[in-house]
């Protein structure tokens, strides 16, 4: 079963692209507000940022201009477009609903080289 599956990371020169997908079940995603959440090493999990199921986004300051998250309602599915990546988007990226989390993922691994 799905529960929360991503994909789409890997290495990227400084400067690059990545797009990131997340199929997610339905009883998770239904109406939720979904977010793309990252853990460095040795540091806490972030929210990155966060979408309403009507298209409402919010960003935090450090990706602002960079990320786009968006989500494909028929399809239960988020995704995190990142340009202009920096060695300090180096980290495991999880999605997940923003209120009362479902358990984790295995995330997907974003290595920017500088």
């Known amino acids: 079963q799905v529960q929360l599956v991503e994909s789409g990371g890997g290495l990227v020169q400084a400067g690059g692209s990545l797009s990131l997908s997340c199929a997610v079940s339905?009883?998770?995603?239904?109406?939720?507000?979904m977010g793309w959440y990252r853990q460095a090493p040795g540091k806490q999990r972030e929210l990155v940022a966060s979408?309403?199921?009507?298209?409402?986004?919010n960003y935090r300051d450090s990706v602002k201009g960079r990320f786009t998250i968006s989500r494909d309602n028929a399809k239960n599915m988020v995704f995190l477009q990142m340009n202009a990546l920096k060695s300090e988007d180096t980290a495991v990226y999880y999605c997940?609903?923003?209120?009362?989390?479902?358990?984790w993922g295995q995330g997907t691994q974003v290595t920017v080289s500088s």
């Open positions: 997940n609903r923003v209120s009362g989390t479902a358990s």
């Open positions: 339905a009883s998770i995603f239904s109406r939720n507000v």
């Open positions: 979408i309403t199921s009507g298209g409402n986004t």
